[in-house]
């Protein structure tokens, strides 16, 4: 079965440093999303892309932030100068844009900023 | 506005059955979603619903009340593995933003 995925699974930063998160989607998918779940809290909205562009964006996804897909199959979520508040789990997600609309996860990268 | 609710925390015995509720108040909807998450891991997705009704997948279905603004996904023959968070999720204003509630933490016991 097609899969999403993300590297690396798990990443440790210095505050203040710049952090790149990849992920694959699925081939056929056009629509691109990055999600955020701190440990213990619900699912949070980040932004979503389509079309080499960011469709809608979050109050979170602030100038600290931006997405990227440079090469047609990589979709990537950078950091600038992470916060120990950024430390979550990063979750990638896309869609196909027919059907039911069903959002496919990825494993996630976790993000431990000290 | 947007907003989903759902318990935090449910308790279910081995081979019972469990209903797992939600409401929701989202702008433009678009189908209403059941997630299951393990802990630390990702949301798998489980099913949808966008008419009023059942829909039937195995020993899960789930509901929808598009009028009341309410769902519940229905969890029978519980084993074990079921202990997971189960996470509603309705799209607002299109499909760029899917909203995720809170999640219930189901606790399956022998």
């Known amino acids: 079965e097609p899969e999403v995925t993300q590297t690396p699974s798990h990443q440790v930063t210095q505050m203040g440093q710049e952090v790149i998160l990849r992920c694959v989607p699925i081939?056929?998918?056009?629509?691109f999303y990055w999600y955020r779940q701190i440990l213990g809290q619900k699912v949070e909205f980040l932004v979503s892309f389509y079309n080499n562009e960011i469709s809608e964006k979050s109050e979170i996804f602030d100038d600290q932030f931006s997405v990227e897909r440079p090469d047609g199959s990589n979709f990537t979520l950078k950091i600038r100068s992470t916060k120990l508040e950024d430390s979550a789990m990063y979750f990638c997600a896309s869609r196909t844009g027919s059907g039911a609309n069903v959002l496919t996860f990825g494993a996630g990268s976790r993000l431990t900023v000290l | 506005g947007q907003n989903i609710d759902q318990p935090t925390e449910m308790t279910a015995t081995e081979g019972a059955i469990v209903q797992i509720n939600c409401t929701y108040q989202t702008s433009g909807f678009n189908g209403l979603f059941w997630y299951q998450q393990h802990a630390g891991e990702a949301p798998t997705f489980l099913s949808y619903?966008?008419?009023?009704g059942l829909e039937e997948k195995g020993r899960f279905s789930s509901f929808l009340s598009r009028s009341k603004g309410y769902s519940y996904l229905l969890l029978k023959e519980l084993q074990m593995k079921d202990s997971a968070s189960y996470l509603c999720?309705?799209?607002?204003?299109?499909?760029?933003?899917?909203?995720f509630g809170a999640g219930t933490r189901l606790a399956v016991h022998p």
């Open positions: 081939s056929n998918h056009l629509y």
């Open positions: 619903n966008v008419l009023d």
């Open positions: 999720a309705a799209y607002s204003g299109g499909y760029n933003k899917l909203i």
